[in-house]
């Protein structure tokens, strides 16, 4: 440690501290603009000067050095007249338009007003537009900008984006996005990030823009809270004003993101407030009428109903269903968008008030094959590792099969940084040209489907070369001799001919992988949303055991789940085979455990039993819709006629189904076929938890009120449970039986009760801001940011030996290209959200479908043109976006708008044999221009 002196006090700071960072040490405040603690240090705009005994000219405090025995000086006359010197300057081409209001000046003018600085010559004349640049999310005023440079550093440091620039020299340097581009042009991905470290509002987002011209009243509030968007699961305050969300704003302390976002997290809330709204419960008004016998063929339309008629009505349709057909005649899907606590209490209403374990969610379509292909091999399916660990520590990165940039976008800004701030080396392999494949050391473009023989490539590549970690895989695996003879059959002229990619290049990235160490994977639902899914994930656990990459630090397996609490969900048991903490439903141990606390008194004096054998996945329960055996079904938050693969079979499924409640926040698809349609709560209007997609599980706040009668999710769930139990004439008695809850931190303390890995999980933990992830153990653990430390969840880890398979459906003479299916930046799974958010429908109005150059040359289109996609089970009509994203032969769409604009509408239900998802990123397709130019 140094010892120097501070305006009179001793200080000791480690050496390499600036004086600023000194001076902080010791609580003294030292005024600065172009410093930001997440930026590097610049040193130009000089509010931070002080002296320092022995140097003739002031120091800025941001930049230099602290050294032993220094005497600074902080805030000497001197000082303080250079500083109100170098305010006076910035002021020149300043005009400000926070003027009297000192609740949302900003920084720069709270300096200002510090130090009593005024306009030397009266207020300074505009020299630009007010409104520079036709960005419909950031308002560019460059009067106010006092070149600190710090929307500069934060584009290029943080986010990777490289938008900002300076332009020309001396007064007339200005701040360019691009020369002659829009913001927009030159790549802004519209993340905020610029605006969110302008410390003076020449950046600032139009949404905070408007509030501020509006005086604040008493009631504003600022409501911490976890994004209902991807599992990255960033943390941002809810700026309220007069019970309505106006803005999102972050804080440089939040541990995740600081003061980071994406656009969806920072502009997407829109949506909660939108008119469309469900805000009354519905029932068709055929089970209004008396009457006797099967449905009506026409349910007539929705009559609104207070919510004892609606919670009435849906019990006692559920319960007639399971008194005529038995508990497995009702399905569950329960849902990733809503709380873990929800999700809870869902899976409880069907196991224990039910009976049945015909209990799932959208896990089922995005990472079941992770979680069935990691407990295969190592008795856990999570992500092993953290997202900033992985930021941090690894030396290399493998990410195959995941648009991080544009699905995880906060984790892809961290991933860009690790390349261009510590030379991280990227391999990126996915059919698609990612945006992360820019930032790659190098680039593998396989076909769709050949993952298992790319990685076994890669392996085999591994293995000839020696370069494995024998030590790890003699002390911690179990298989390796099976899974070697395997390997054996996959040689780099083979896999080069399965997959496309060029030997030198399998070369080089085993290379890359095998030789930086830690190496961690990454993946998404490129890899899981195949027949061969649980493959694909088996072949990346091979991987990272033969390299020797897990338990450790900057290491590990990364599935990056997809929705907001998809790892909530399946952590709380909503899936057929498990209870909450993946607690086999199967055995006999978690059978008397739940059975002890759930149970229930019949009337007639029947005991109560948990069922044992594992249910019907989602696509199972649609299909037993369709076929009718199963008669009922709940669905809470999600959209199957949008989200589930062969829509118009999905459909029929639907139509067939004999009764539908529906749990939703808006009419969708979905809703057509339902029979009664019971509002939900937004995140802002509630309370409980999310678990991201690194198993940290974070708190959501009631922020604003909900619509009309809109209540929380968890009340509804607990009613529609009180009810059914009613009319099974049955009485809670077990110690956690009951549905009488006082909040949704009463069912985390039970969930907590019944859940190991959540054993030490409270809302009064998470409120005092402690940072847990699963397995937290006990009150006091402090949870366990890395898995697989020291031995696998399963004891040893276990190689699979696993063969190349080829995709469901490939192309033909009338299907001759292959259609692969994601998401956009801009909107979000079904696009419900994000499609009553304006300005992300401005940025992103209509359904796109990417085809190569050469498919428009073949067909004779132009870029934008409508055109038609056919595949065996149906159309869809998008515009045509001529990229280079994919190669000849592959054509990508999306699900994000509904109808006809619907990528599901063609895609493949052929599932994974065992972890029952379906491909949906492979299958046979035609293209035409549906209007022919
Ligand atoms: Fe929300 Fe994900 Fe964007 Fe973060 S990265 S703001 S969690 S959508």
């Avoid at 150059?853 to 870029?863: F, N, S, V």
């Amino acid at each position: 440690m140094l010892t120097l002196s501070i305006d009179g006090h001793l200080v000791e700071v480690i050496p390499g501290q600036t004086i600023l960072e000194a001076a902080a040490t010791a609580s003294i405040v030292i005024p600065t603009l172009c410093y930001h603690p997440d930026l590097s240090a610049v040193g130009t705009c000089r509010l931070c000067l002080v002296q320092v005994d022995g140097w003739l000219h002031e120091l800025p405090a941001c930049t230099t050095k602290a050294e032993a025995g220094m005497v600074i000086h902080t805030a000497t006359d001197a000082v303080v007249r250079s500083r109100k010197f170098v305010l006076q300057s910035l002021l020149l081409h300043y005009t400000d338009e926070t003027a009297g209001q000192p609740a949302v000046e900003s920084e720069f003018m709270r300096w200002v007003r510090h130090y009593g600085v005024g306009y030397a010559d009266g207020v300074a004349r505009p020299r630009y537009s007010e409104d520079s640049d036709p960005h419909p999310l950031i308002r560019v005023n460059l009067n106010q900008c006092i070149m600190c440079t710090r929307c500069v550093r934060a584009c290029d440091e943080i986010q990777g984006c490289f938008v900002w620039k300076l332009s020309a020299r001396g007064v007339e340097t200005k701040l360019v996005a691009g020369v002659g581009q829009t913001m927009l042009d030159a790549g802004c991905e519209s993340c905020g990030a610029c605006a969110a470290y302008c410390p003076t509002g020449a950046l600032r987002d139009r949404s905070l823009l408007e509030q501020d011209r509006t005086p604040r009243q008493a009631s504003d509030r600022f409501v911490r809270t976890t994004c209902a968007y991807c599992g990255v699961g960033c943390q941002f305050d809810l700026n309220v004003r007069n019970d309505r969300i106006v803005a999102v704003t972050t804080s440089a302390a939040d541990t995740l993101n600081g003061l980071s976002l994406c656009v969806k997290g920072r502009y997407g809330n829109d949506f909660v407030h939108h008119p469309d709204r469900l805000t009354k419960p519905r029932v068709r008004q055929y089970l209004l009428v008396e009457r006797s016998g099967p449905r009506p063929q026409d349910r007539g339309p929705w009559i609104d109903v207070d919510w004892s008629t609606a919670v009435e009505i849906a019990s006692r349709k559920l319960s007639e269903i399971k008194r005529e057909s038995g508990a497995d005649a009702l399905g569950f899907l329960a849902s990733a968008k809503c709380t873990s606590e929800e999700n809870y209490l869902v899976q409880k209403l069907a196991r224990q008030v039910v009976g049945t374990n015909n209990i799932d969610h959208c896990a089922r379509l995005c990472h079941a094959s992770t979680v069935t292909g990691l407990s295969m091999a190592y008795g856990s399916g999570a992500m092993s590792n953290s997202m900033d660990d992985v930021a941090a520590n690894a030396q290399a990165l493998f990410v195959i099969g995941s648009n991080t940039t544009e699905q995880h976008p906060v984790f892809g800004a961290m991933l860009r940084q690790a390349v261009i701030a510590r030379q991280v080396k990227l391999v990126v392999a996915d059919p698609r040209r990612v945006g992360l494949s820019d930032f790659a050391t190098i680039y593998l473009r396989h076909r769709p489907g050949t993952d298992v023989a790319l990685v076994n490539g890669i392996m085999h590549i591994v293995l000839e070369n020696g370069w494995q970690d024998q030590a790890f895989i003699d002390n911690r695996c179990d298989g390796f001799d099976d899974f070697r003879t395997t390997l054996a059959g996959y040689t780099p002229a083979r896999v080069a001919e399965i997959s496309g990619v060029p030997e030198a290049q399998l070369y080089s990235a085993a290379k890359i992988l095998a030789t930086n160490h830690p190496m961690a994977v990454i993946w998404a639902m490129g890899i899981t949303q195949h027949t061969t899914g649980v493959f694909n994930v088996l072949s990346l656990a091979n991987l990272q055991m033969l390299l020797g990459n897990m338990g450790i630090a900057g290491g590990g397996v990364n599935p990056l789940r997809g929705q907001n609490n998809v790892q909530g969900a399946c952590d709380m048991g909503a899936l057929p085979n498990v209870l909450s903490g993946y607690q086999s439903v199967t055995d006999p141990v978690v059978q008397a455990k739940f059975s002890t606390a759930w149970a229930v008194e019949k009337h007639n004096g029947a005991s109560w039993h948990l069922p044992s054998r594992p249910g019907l996945t989602v696509t199972e329960m649609v299909e037993a819709a369709g076929q009718g055996s199963i008669r009922g079904l709940y669905v809470l938050g999600e959209n199957p006629l949008a989200t589930d693969p062969d829509s118009n079979h999905v459909r029929r499924c639907f139509e067939a189904a004999e009764f539908v409640v529906l749990q939703e926040l808006f009419a969708s698809d979905t809703s057509l076929y339902a029979d009664v349609l019971l509002p939900g709560a937004s995140f802002a209007e509630k309370a409980g938890t999310f678990t991201n997609t690194d198993r940290r599980i974070q708190l959501i706040r009631s922020a604003v009120s909900s619509p009309g009668e809109v209540r929380p999710d968890w009340q509804t769930i607990s009613d529609l449970a009180r009810h059914m139990l009613a009319h099974q004439e049955a009485q809670p008695v077990g110690h956690c039986a009951g549905w009488d809850y006082r909040d949704a931190a009463a069912i985390m303390d039970e969930i907590a009760s019944l859940t190991p890995s959540y054993a030490g999980v409270h809302h009064e933990r998470l409120e005092h801001g402690e940072r847990l992830q699963w397995p937290v153990i006990h009150d006091e653990h402090p949870g366990t940011p890395i898995l697989h430390v020291g031995h696998f969840t399963r004891g040893r880890g276990l190689f699979h030996a696993v063969d190349h398979l080829p995709p469901a459906e490939l192309p033909n003479q009338d299907y001759p290209l292959v259609l692969t299916t994601g998401r956009v930046l801009y909107h979000w799974h079904a696009g419900e959200m994000t499609r009553r958010v304006p300005a992300l429908l401005r940025l992103h109005p209509q359904s796109l479908v990417e085809i190569s150059a050469d498919e428009r040359e073949k067909l004779g289109l132009t870029d934008g043109q409508m055109v038609r996609v056919t595949t065996r089970r149906g159309q869809m009509l998008a515009r045509a976006f001529v990229t280079d994203r994919v190669p000849s032969g592959v054509i990508f769409g999306t699900f994000h708008f509904p109808g006809e604009q619907n990528v599901n509408n063609l895609t493949n239900a052929a599932l994974d044999p065992t972890a029952k998802i379906p491909e949906y990123k492979v299958c046979a397709a035609r293209l035409e221009a549906s209007v022919p130019s």
